[in-house]
C-alpha cells in the first residue's frame, strides 16, 4: 500500500469525529443518523444516508474503520476516488435498504458495516486471487474470504434478520452491492454480453461496410476537369462535384 487514499481518509475523519462528537460533547447525533425499520410507513428515508456515519459503539467503530483502513485505499487506487465514493455510499444505502425490508418495526440499524461489506466484496472482484490474513493470522485468497463471509451473512439472515445486535442483511446486500459494481466495471464486456442475451433486448444489428462507389475512369476525371477549365467549379452538378472529391481521395 503507498498510503491512505483521499476517499479513504475522508471517510474515516467523519466517521471517528462523529464518534468523538457524540462521547466526548454528548452531542446524540445517533438519534437523528440512525435508520428506524419504520421509515417503510412514515416514507422518512433520510436516515438511508445518514445511518452509515453512527456505531453502536467503540468496538463497533473500531472495526469497521480498521476495515476501510487496510481495504479501501486498494480499492479507490483501482476505481478512483469519485467511483469508491459511489461504490461506498450505494451499498450502504442498499445495505440499510435491505435490512429495513426485513428487521422488525420497532429497530434501529447504525454502522458503515453495509458499506463496508461493498468495499470487501469489490476488493474480491477486483483481486480474487489476493490474499488477506484472517484475523491476521490465516491467509486466505479474497474470492474465497468473500464468497464464505456471504454463506455466513446469508444463513444468519435467514435464522433472524438482526441476530445480537447484527443487521447481516445490511452486510449480505452491501457486499453483493459492491461486488456487483466493482465486477461491472471490470469485465464491461461480460455484462454487454449479458445485456444482449437478456429475454426482451433487442439485438443490435451487425454493422455492414457501406458500399464502395465505382472507380472513376481516367475520360471521366479528364471531362470534369475540362469543364472546371472552361466554366469553372460552378458549372458543375452535384454528382460532378461528388465525382471529383472521390478522384481527390483515392
Not at 503507498?2 to 452531542?27: D, Q, R
Amino acid at each position: 500500500m503507498s498510503g491512505i487514499t483521499p476517499a479513504v481518509k475522508y471517510l474515516l475523519i467523519i466517521n471517528v469525529a462523529i464518534y468523538f462528537l457524540e462521547s466526548l460533547f454528548g452531542i446524540r447525533l445517533v438519534q437523528t443518523f440512525a435508520l428506524p425499520a419504520a421509515w417503510r410507513q412514515t416514507s422518512d428515508f433520510g436516515q438511508l444516508f445518514t445511518y452509515m456515519f453512527v456505531h453502536g459503539g467503540g468496538v463497533h467503530l473500531l472495526m469497521n474503520m480498521v476495515g476501510l483502513f487496510f481495504i479501501g485505499p486498494a480499492v479507490e487506487h483501482t476505481l478512483g476516488s469519485y467511483r469508491f465514493f459511489i461504490l461506498y455510499y450505494v451499498s450502504g444505502i442498499l445495505g440499510g435498504l435491505g435490512w429495513s425490508l426485513l428487521a422488525p418495526e420497532y429497530s434501529y440499524c447504525v454502522g458503515a458495516s453495509g458499506a463496508l461489506m461493498g468495499v470487501l466484496g469489490a476488493f474480491g472482484a477486483l483481486y480474487p486471487n489476493a490474499k488477506l490474513l484472517l484475523w491476521f493470522v490465516i491467509p486466505i485468497k479474497a474470492w474465497v474470504l468473500v464468497l464464505l463471509l456471504a454463506i455466513w451473512e446469508l444463513s444468519e439472515m435467514i435464522g433472524d434478520p438482526k441476530i445480537g445486535g447484527i443487521a447481516n442483511t445490511a452486510h449480505l446486500m452491501g457486499g453483493v452491492a459492491g461486488f456487483c459494481y466493482a465486477f461491472s466495471l471490470k469485465h464491461p464486456h461480460i455484462v454487454q454480453e449479458l445485456k444482449r442475451k437478456w429475454p426482451g433486448t433487442a439485438k443490435a444489428k451487425p454493422n455492414r461496410p457501406p458500399k464502395s462507389s465505382p472507380t472513376l475512369s481516367k475520360a471521366e476525371i479528364d471531362q470534369i476537369l475540362d469543364k472546371i477549365g472552361k466554366d469553372g467549379m460552378g458549372a458543375l452538378s452535384p454528382r460532378e462535384r461528388e465525382m471529383l472529391k472521390k478522384a481527390t481521395r483515392e
